[in-house]
């Protein structure tokens, strides 16, 4: 008798194609991109959750006593009510505030006022990572 030869099966290969990667890769990133998300959004969360938590009452005293006129609108925009302090205050035009005034303003309030457009994000961030780590 003939003995038989048991004959091991050849190991295939397959070749990934690009495509099949770069799929791969793009799933990794967004489920990555999706959990530092979800981690960043509790976070954010929890620290609004704190300031709230030790937020002061609304007074409506505190709003009575403020120097500036104030004016409630109904759904409309329609003059409700105006509420009046001992002083009345009004708001003015730009051009009727002294240019010393808005250069000090600007100088005390955003000393990068002029290099962006309207958000300092330098300057957002900065406060943010501070707050972040403290």
Known sequence: MAQ????????TYTRHS???IFGKVLKGLALFTLLITLIGSI???SKVLDIAKDAPEADIDKFLSLSQQSVL???QGEIMDRVVSSEVRLPVELSEISPNIQKAFI????????EHKGVDFKRTISVSLRYALS
């Open 4 to 11: 038989r030869v048991k004959k091991t099966a050849k190991k």
């Open 18 to 20: 690009g495509l099949q």
């Open 43 to 45: 976070f954010f969360v």
């Open 73 to 75: 609108l109904d759904d």
């Open 107 to 114: 100088a005390i309030e955003d000393e990068r006022f002029y």
